[in-house]
């Protein structure tokens, strides 16, 4: 098993900056390609960004692209994404998961291809 605490959400206003942390526990990080994932009041889950388990791959969405940066930290155990210039629109609550990865260069985009997922942390972004 492998758990995922999420921090750092909270309510900023657009334009500014936040950084989400997810800490993992319970297995060997470094086995595990890690992904964030956000949902909004009545809509559905959505990707955001995705990081491979040796940290030289990443993928975003569109609607995050240069904004948003993935990144893993493997001593802490721990995958970051760093948020710049919100939007209202990114208003939802964050979710990491992880998923054990073959391969280094992989990453994961579809939610089923997840095994393991956070609790969650929300962001809000007021106008």
């Known amino acids: 098993q492998v758990q995922l605490v999420e921090t750092g959400g909270g309510l900023v206003q657009a334009g500014d900056s936040l950084r989400l942390s997810c800490a993992a526990s319970?297995?060997?990080?470094?086995?595990?390609?890690m992904g964030w994932f956000r949902q909004a009041p009545g809509k559905e889950r959505e990707f955001v960004a995705a990081?491979?388990?040796?940290?030289?791959?990443?993928y975003y969405a569109d609607s995050v692209k240069g904004r948003f940066t993935i990144s893993r930290d493997d001593a802490k155990n721990t995958v970051y994404l760093q948020m710049n210039s919100l939007k209202p629109e990114d208003t939802a609550a964050f979710v990491c998961?992880?998923?054990?990865?073959?391969?280094?260069?992989?990453?994961?985009?579809?939610?089923?291809?997840?095994?393991?997922w956070g609790q969650g942390t929300q962001v809000t972004v007021s106008a």
């Open positions: 998961a992880s998923t054990y990865a073959a391969f280094g260069g992989t990453y994961y985009y579809a939610p089923s291809d997840y095994q393991y």
């Open positions: 319970g297995r060997t990080f470094t086995y595990y390609a």
């Open positions: 990081i491979s388990r040796n940290g030289e791959t990443t």
